[in-house]
C-alpha cells in the first residue's frame, strides 16, 4: 500500500475519480507480496499492481464500468492457468477474488496511517462498498484482534472485509562489524528499509531505537554496553517490535544484569532476542544475516520458525 499512497493523495487533490483494486482471497499463485494493491483511472493502471498485472484487463474493464456510475464497490473473481500466471512472473496458476473500491470510499485516516507508518484496519462493507478505520487492537471488534497479531492480513467475514495494513519493516543495526553489511543486503532483498548505525553517537543511536515502531526491528551487535545498553532499554521500553542481540551466553547474561539494573523488568528484557537468529547453523556473515532476517519474519508471522514438511496448514498462509 505504502507505494500507492502518494497516488491517491494526487488524484484526491485534482478530484479525478479512480479506484483501488486488491485481492481479498487467493488459491494458489505460490508465493506472493501481502498487500499488493493498484490505483486504476479512466480505466487504466496508474500505480502498484495485483496478481503480477495478470489480472489488469478485468481491472480495467470493470473500473471502466464501476467510474459510469456513483461511487461503489464491487468483488470480481479471476483465475488464471498456469501459462498466463507463470508469464506475469507468478509461481503457479490460480484464483483469486478481488475488490475494487472508489477511493472517494476509503476514509483519509486510512491513508493518514500509511503515511505514518501507524498499523491500522480497513473494515469495508459490502455491497455498498463503505469502509471504516480502526487502530485501536484492544477492540471488541475482529479488525482488533487481526491487528493484535502484528502482521499483515486480509480476512472476509459476511458482509465484511478486513484488511490489516501494517508497514514494511525498518532495520536499525547498531555497531560496526561485517555482519552489518551482510543483513543490509539481505534486507535489501526483502524489500526492508535498513539503518547501519555504528555507535559512535550513543545518545542518537538510543534515541533512532526509541523511534522503531511495532513493524521495525532492532538489532545489535555492538558489545559496548554504553552503546548497546540505552539502545536495548529505549526498543524494548518503546514500541520496537523485534529486538536481537549479537553476542554468547555470557554476553546476554550480562546485558540482562545491566539492563534490570537500569530499571527494567524481566518482561521487559525477555523480549530480547539473543543470542540473535535462528538456529540454522550458521557461520559465515551471509549466512547469520539470513538466520537473523528469518527470525524476525517469524516473529513478524507468530511462526516458530520450523521446518515446512513438519507443519500443518497453508503453507503461504
Do not use: K
Request: charged content about 20%.
Amino acid at each position: 500500500m505504502e507505494n500507492i499512497a502518494d497516488a491517491v493523495r494526487t488524484l484526491r487533490s485534482a478530484r479525478t475519480r479512480a479506484v483501488v483494486a486488491r485481492a481479498i482471497t487467493m488459491d494458489g499463485f505460490g508465493s506472493r507480496r501481502m498487500g499488493d494493491a493498484a490505483i486504476l483511472a479512466g480505466g487504466s493502471p496508474v500505480a502498484g499492481q495485483v496478481l503480477n498485472g495478470g489480472a489488469d484487463e478485468v481491472l480495467e474493464r470493470e473500473t471502466a464500468r464501476l467510474l459510469a456510475g456513483d461511487p461503489a464497490a464491487t468483488v470480481v473473481e479471476v483465475r488464471l492457468a498456469d501459462g498466463p500466471a507463470v508469464a506475469a512472473g507468478l509461481a503457479c496458476g490460480g484464483a483469486a477474488r478481488l475488490l475494487i473500491q472508489d477511493i472517494a470510499l476509503i476514509p483519509a485516516a486510512w491513508w493518514e496511517a500509511i503515511d505514518t507508518r501507524r498499523p491500522a484496519a480497513l473494515i469495508t462493507t459490502l455491497p455498498d462498498g463503505a469502509s471504516t478505520v480502526i487502530t485501536d487492537a484492544s477492540g471488541s471488534h475482529r479488525a482488533s484482534a487481526l491487528l493484535a497479531r502484528r502482521a499483515p492480513a486480509t480476512e472476509v467475514e459476511g458482509d465484511e472485509v478486513i484488511e490489516v495494513w501494517w508497514p514494511t519493516p525498518r532495520v536499525l543495526v547498531l555497531g560496526a562489524a561485517e555482519l552489518a553489511g551482510a543483513i543490509a543486503r539481505q534486507s535489501e532483498l526483502l524489500g526492508w528499509d535498513t539503518v547501519l548505525d555504528e555507535g559512535s553517537d550513543p545518545a542518537a543511536s538510543t534515541a533512532a531505537a526509541a523511534d522503531l515502531g511495532p513493524a521495525d526491528a532492532l538489532v545489535v551487535l555492538s558489545h559496548n554496553p554504553l552503546v548497546a545498553i540505552p539502545a536495548l532499554a529505549a526498543s524494548l521500553t518503546g514500541d520496537a517490535g523485534y529486538v536481537g542481540a549479537l553476542g554468547s551466553r555470557t554476553t546476554q547474561a550480562n546485558r540482562r544484569t545491566r539492563l534490570l539494573a537500569a530499571g527494567l523488568t524481566d518482561g521487559d528484557v525477555d523480549r530480547i532476542h539473543g543470542p540473535v537468529g535462528l538456529d540454522l547453523g550458521a557461520r559465515t556473515p551471509e549466512e547469520t544475516a539470513v538466520a537473523i532476517c528469518a527470525e524476525v519474519i517469524a516473529q513478524r508471522s507468530g511462526r516458530a520458525g520450523a521446518s515446512l514438511r513438519d507443519a500443518h496448514g497453508p503453507i503461504n498462509g
